[in-house]
């Protein structure tokens, strides 16, 4: 599942070339284009040990330099790349930055290598789970495109994730995560709101009353009981170390900002559009959220 693709520039000789970073997922894919050939292409699964390595693109001149396009991550969002012609700098899109991914950026190799597998065994856990929560947004989605009736496919979607919550007692991967009691409960909220307010308006501001129900309550743990009970749960699922009551903190804002883009949406925007947004742009803004989340918990 592609998330963002990166595009960079540069001329060598005076000739315009182009690279593409493709992030996904679990996935990275970098490309370098002169016009619209394909010079050198690398891919890397990030769920692998050596995944979170930086892109090596290669490719000859006509007069027979070797040009090394280095792309990779300078922070948590951001990527950079740098063109070397026979190693030697040609081109920086970040100057000031190295294109390091942060939670490999370890002078220790033993401490890098043992984060990544920790990394690696924390996808393990939980792709399941991620797979699920993208599968029910996109059986949203078709219900409504399909039936044209949001409360309805609502309540569909609610019987569904109920579903998810009977496969669990027969499967021993985790399809429902670390909070499965709590997702169970406002799955059961969300259903019985859909219901009670059978109409479109109502379904349509249900992310954003429950956004603010679930912030207040992460936002509760943090400031009465150090986020030992929310934060402490998500804490299962961090590949690396964070603070509770900082990740509570975080999780909570999150979920105000959340429930205020979908107020925008369902206010100002057509049903088509709140649709578009609630089925695919609200996983993406959250992804890039967390990834802010994570920041600002993690424990440097």
């Given at each position: 599942m592609k998330i963002w693709t990166y595009r960079f520039c540069?001329?060598?000789?005076?000739?315009?070339?182009?690279?593409?970073?493709?992030?996904?997922?679990?996935?990275?894919?970098?490309?370098?284009?002169?016009?619209?050939?394909?010079?050198?292409?690398?891919?890397?699964?990030?769920?692998?040990?050596?995944?979170?390595?930086?892109?090596?693109?290669?490719?000859?001149?006509?007069?027979?330099?070797?040009?090394?396009?280095?792309?990779?991550?300078?922070?948590?969002?951001?990527?950079?790349?740098?063109?070397?012609?026979?190693?030697?700098?040609?081109?920086?899109?970040?100057?000031?930055?190295?294109?390091?991914?942060?939670?490999?950026?370890?002078?220790?190799?033993?401490?890098?290598?043992?984060?990544?597998?920790?990394?690696v065994a924390a996808w393990g856990r939980n792709k399941y789970s991620i797979y699920v929560d993208v599968g029910i947004g996109i059986f949203f989605f078709v219900m409504v495109k399909a039936t044209d009736d949001i409360p309805f496919s609502a309540l569909v979607t609610a019987g569904a994730g109920l579903g998810v919550v009977v496969v669990q007692r027969f499967v021993t991967v985790d399809l429902l995560g670390g909070l499965a009691i709590f997702g169970v409960v406002m799955l059961l909220i969300s259903a019985g709101f859909s219901w009670h307010f059978d109409n479109d308006w109502a379904v349509k501001m249900k992310s954003t009353i429950l956004g603010v129900f679930v912030a207040a309550l992460m936002l509760s743990d943090a400031m009465f009981n150090r986020g030992r009970y929310f934060g402490g749960r998500l804490l299962r699922f961090m590949p690396q170390p964070m603070d509770a009551r900082r990740l509570a903190t975080g999780m909570g804002v999150l979920g105000l900002v959340m429930a205020s883009v979908n107020w925008i949406f369902a206010e100002f925007t057509s049903q088509d559009m709140w649709l578009y947004y609630t089925s695919f742009g609200d996983l993406i803004l959250t992804m890039f959220l967390i990834l802010a989340v994570f920041r600002y918990a993690s424990i440097r």
């Open positions: 540069f001329t060598i000789d005076s000739r315009s070339y182009r690279t593409e970073v493709i992030s996904g997922l679990k996935t990275i894919e970098s490309r370098v284009f002169f016009e619209e050939r394909e010079l050198a292409r690398d891919f890397t699964d990030i769920m692998q040990p050596d995944g979170m390595r930086n892109h090596q693109l290669r490719f000859s001149l006509s007069d027979g330099r070797e040009v090394v396009v280095e792309t990779g991550y300078i922070d948590w969002i951001r990527v950079g790349i740098a063109v070397r012609i026979d190693e030697v700098i040609a081109y920086e899109s970040h100057p000031s930055k190295t294109i390091n991914f942060p939670t490999v950026s370890s002078p220790d190799p033993e401490k890098a290598a043992k984060l990544q597998a920790e990394q």
